[in-house]
């Protein structure tokens, strides 16, 4: 059981390239959550899945792109990378979703030059 | 509007020392969860407690403890006679349950560093 995974663990993107952070969880949770940290803040929440073809915004949705085609996978794209967008990117499942603890991956470092 | 707040940006303490770290929160929803989060220096967040709104009772883990008053809309958690492997980033959450949103709301974080 590897609990939520994410890939990569790092990346740097020059201004205005794309990429695909992936999320992965193998616990059969329902609801999965993308949130960005920015050096020295809280997590703001980027968008979120009640399940497989349902997504929706979150608090800071601009600039970024999800799908849910399945229960296991979430991925994160960023169209046209801008400086504003490095942060660390956590990817969180929970099998309740309000009302459960969310289970966290081990984040992606993304750098934006 | 809910809200988190960890008024706390920054606690240093010295080893042993017992220190406590503030969490107020805002909601209109009778039904909630509150959660404290840690995040040492290797960045990844690990889960600590949830606490839903219908249960008062503080928690004791270890040298961990949780105050819990609904009263003054306070999730406080204090660590006993901290040690340097406390060192990190304490994150306060709330999710609302009326509402149905499925989200959690996190507090600005509260790092503590413990000196040796």
């Known amino acids: 059981n590897a609990g939520v995974t994410q890939t990569p663990k790092f990346r740097i993107l020059k201004i205005g390239q794309s990429m695909t952070l992936q999320c992965a969880q193998d616990?059969?949770?329902?609801?999965m959550y993308w949130y960005r940290q920015d050096p020295g803040m809280g997590l703001k929440l980027i968008y979120y899945s009640v399940g497989a073809g349902i997504t929706d915004k979150g608090e800071v949705p601009n600039g970024y792109n999800v799908s849910r085609s399945t229960t296991e996978d979430f991925p994160l794209r960023l169209e046209l990378a801008a400086p504003s967008q490095t942060s660390v990117y956590f990817c969180a499942s929970t099998l309740y979703g309000g009302t459960d603890t969310q289970y966290f991956g081990p984040g992606t470092r993304l750098t934006v030059l | 509007a809910q809200k988190v707040t960890q008024a706390q940006t920054e606690i240093s303490v010295v080893e042993k020392e017992d220190v406590t770290l503030d969490c107020v929160y805002e909601?209109?929803?009778?039904?909630?969860?509150l959660f404290w989060y840690k995040q040492p220096p290797s960045g990844e967040l690990v889960f600590l407690i949830r606490r839903n709104s219908f249960d008062e009772q503080n928690e004791i883990s270890g040298r961990y403890s949780w105050n819990f008053q609904k009263s003054t809309s306070s999730f406080n958690f204090t660590i006993t006679a901290s040690q340097v492997v406390d060192s990190a980033v304490y994150f306060c959450a709330l999710s609302e349950g009326d509402s149905g949103t499925y989200k959690y709301i996190f507090g600005t974080g509260t790092r503590l560093k413990v000196l040796a």
């Open positions: 616990m059969n949770h329902n609801y």
């Open positions: 909601t209109r929803d009778t039904t909630y969860y």
